[in-house]
């Protein structure tokens, strides 16, 4: 009896679409629903239409659709840093980004950093050296939510979206004052030596003096009076240790490849990547940025 009144209400339901449009709140307009109701039993329900777009303008971001989900914030980095490995006396060479290999979508998946993120791109933007992972950290160095994201870092330093747009774009973080750390696969990491207001309208700029960077010694003095981050810490663990070497040792010479060994960015790994890992060997990094 009870499956024979459901039937009877779901032809009651099938009958009313279109007939009585269903408002909610929030408010949405389908493109088809109804409401019935009988014998102490009501149905209502609607015909979705799957999402269409996304779009984002300034802080703001829409998916265009009949299911809306909550406006999020997208906060803006802008930053300029060099990687020692790369740095050519006036700003850093792309010679990696010529590998048919180089990687579309972000490599930060795997150990250490286990970076889930879908950031990719369906073609390289100009002037790439090669992907960051860049994280906000609150007062107490503590991650904060939305604030992961792994972009492209160009040659003269600064940092381009997958979005196209320039910087690095954290969606789901809120405007605020972020220690920012700045991530690569093959150089010591490095934070910020103070909060950074975000969005910020100039860039920090990592490369003018080693102090912009948290802590003692945590950037390189390179050519032309500019700063970098370490080369050759290869397992990027955020302390230079002989785990690096062994990792260059176990590699082994390899040609076209885009390989964390690769500390010079040139894509082989010969003896040039472990020149730049030797002098560098006794590196610290700071407690916020160790694995
Ligand atoms: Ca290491
Ligand atoms: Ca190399």
């Not at 269409?52 to 802008?78: C, E, M, R």
């Not at 320039?166 to 150089?187: E, K, L």
């Not at 700063?227 to 070497?245: C, I, K, P, Q």
């Not at 040609?255 to 060994?261: E, K, L, P």
Request: glycine fraction near 10%.
């Amino acid at each position: 009896m009870k499956k024979l009144l459901f039937v009877q209400i779901l032809a009651w339901a099938v009958f009313a679409a279109g007939a009585q449009a269903q408002s909610l709140s929030p408010q949405v307009v389908a493109s088809g629903g109804g409401y019935a109701q009988a014998g102490g039993y009501s149905l209502s329900y609607t015909v979705g239409e799957p999402v269409t777009a996304t779009l984002a303008s300034g802080s703001n971001i829409l998916t265009q659709g009949f299911h809306q989900p909550d406006f999020q914030s997208i906060v803006k980095l802008l930053a300029k840093v060099y990687l020692e490995g790369a740095y050519n006396g006036a700003g850093m060479n792309t010679t990696l980004a010529t590998l048919p290999a180089f990687p579309l979508a972000q490599p930060y998946n795997t150990a250490p950093w286990n970076y889930t993120g879908t950031e990719q791109v369906a073609s390289l933007p100009a002037n790439v050296v090669d992907w960051l992972f860049v994280e906000l950290r609150d007062a107490t160095f503590t991650p904060v939510s939305g604030g992961k994201r792994a972009v492209f870092l160009l040659s003269d330093g600064t940092l381009r979206d997958v979005d196209g747009t320039p910087g690095a774009s954290f969606t789901g973080a809120v405007p605020g004052n972020y220690y920012v750390i700045m991530r690569h696969r093959n150089h010591l990491a490095v934070m910020s030596a103070s909060q950074i207001g975000l969005p910020n309208a100039t860039a920090y700029d990592f490369t003018t003096t080693a102090a912009q960077a948290f802590g003692p010694a945590q950037q390189k003095s390179l050519a032309g009076g500019a700063f970098g981050m370490y080369a050759g810490e290869l397992d990027a663990n955020g302390v230079f240790s002989v785990a690096d070497f062994n990792f260059y040792a176990v590699t082994g010479s390899q040609t076209n490849v885009y390989n964390d060994a690769d500390a010079n960015l040139d894509k082989q790994v010969t003896v040039a990547d472990f020149n730049l890992y030797q002098p560098n060997a006794s590196v610290i990094g700071i407690t916020q940025v160790r694995y």
